[in-house]
């Protein structure tokens, strides 16, 4: 019976962040850290435009502050924003919540 073979994972360092890659059996190189690149450079795309208060549709108020936000991003990370964002209830066209 012969053994049988394993991917190897791999991580690798990019000026990203950490990547993987994964060498398959026939050593096809499945370069995910590209992916994670991609994340990245758009997450910090992304934050920069909040930063600067750019793009923003929101503003989320908390008893001392206030966070300017994209709504988008708070409904994708959150079933709660979500909910509120798309739920057709005052709260969807507000711009303060």
Do not use: W
């Not at 994972?9 to 050593?27: H, M, R």
């Amino acid at each position: 019976m012969q053994n049988a073979v394993r991917p190897t994972l791999v991580a690798t360092a990019t000026k990203f962040g950490l990547g993987a890659e994964i060498q398959s059996p026939t050593g096809l190189f499945l370069h995910t850290y590209l992916q994670l690149c991609y994340v990245f450079k758009a997450c910090n795309v992304l934050n920069d435009l909040r930063k600067n208060g750019q793009l923003c549709d929101a503003v989320i108020r908390v008893e001392d502050g206030h966070f300017t936000v994209h709504r988008a991003i708070m409904s994708a990370c959150s079933p709660y924003f979500r909910a509120l964002f798309t739920n057709g209830m005052h709260e969807t066209d507000k711009r303060e919540v």
